[in-house]
Antibody, heavy 122, light 110 residues
Framework: QVQLQESGPGLVKPSETLSLTCAVSGYSISSGYFWAWIRQPPGKGLEWIGSMYHSGSTYYNPSLKSRLIVSADTSKNQLSLKLTSVTAADTAVYYC???????????????WGQGTLVTVSS | QSVLTQPPSVSAAPGQKVTISCSGSNSNIGNNYVSWYQQVPGTAPKLLIYDNDKRPSGIPDRFSGSKSGTSATLGVTGLQTGDEADYYCGTWDSSLSAVVFGGGTKLTVL
């Protein structure tokens, strides 16, 4: 079964770039599906960040698009997230997830990583 | 403010039934498919329902989903203390070209 594991710095300074990696095991990301990043500020709800297909097709949250890069390394079977010019509002638990159904507009997330907390603070 | 509207909380006694609503518009729920997630505090969300009313393997039939117009509903029967969690609806919004989620509903089993 597919497993996802996020990793990256737990503390990022304001105005700097947040960089996270998601290692996928049990499924090759180049075999299909979109792959997503979703975040959850402390005590708040879920916010979709963006999704990408291994071929490079991407969908980004319009509110984050100007600061966001989502990419995939198929040789390492992992996803990457870069969010630039971060502020305290970007403090959240960041999840990676498998995004099913996007190609025919059905959209659901059927496998999730455990999440990693990123705090933006000086 | 979330694009999809859910009640902040619902509660019911063990063994009873509860429903959680998710209200949207024609650009999201009205013309796309809804999914539901269960999140026990401190853990990652878990898929409960996809394509409005389908259950993934391993999800008990105590959980059900439905959609009518621009609203969707999650039903939980035979409530157990282990069902205490936050529940989120999600769908695609064609106007935003984005996945949107509801604000979440906290289920308390009294």
């Amino acid at each position: 079964q597919v497993q996802l594991q996020e990793s990256g710095p737990g503390l990022v300074k304001p105005s700097e770039t947040l960089s996270l990696t998601c290692a996928v095991s049990g499924y090759s990301i180049s075999s299909g599906y979109f792959w997503a990043w979703i975040r959850q500020p402390p005590g708040k709800g879920l916010e979709w960040i963006g999704s990408m297909y291994h071929s490079g097709s991407t969908y980004y949250n319009p509110s984050l698009k100007s600061r966001l890069i989502v990419s995939a390394d198929t040789s390492k079977n992992q996803l990457s997230l870069k969010l630039t010019s971060v502020t305290a509002a970007d403090t959240a638990v960041y999840y990676c997830a498998r995004h099913a159904g996007r190609s025919n507009s059905h959209d659901w997330f059927d496998a999730w990583g455990q999440g990693t907390l990123v705090t933006v603070s000086s | 403010q979330s694009v999809l509207t859910q009640p902040p909380s619902v509660s019911a006694a063990p063994g009873q039934k509860v429903t959680i609503s998710c209200s949207g518009s024609n650009s999201n729920i009205g013309n796309n498919y809804v999914s539901w997630y269960q999140q026990v505090p401190g853990t990652a969300p878990k898929l409960l329902i996809y394509d409005n009313d389908k259950r993934p393997s391993g999800i008990p039939d105590r959980f059900s989903g439905s959609k009518s117009g621009t609203s969707a509903t999650l039903g939980v029967t035979g409530l157990q203390t282990g069902d205490e969690a936050d529940y989120y609806c999600g769908t695609w919004d064609s106007s935003l070209s984005a996945v949107v989620f509801g604000g979440g509903t906290k289920l308390t089993v009294l």
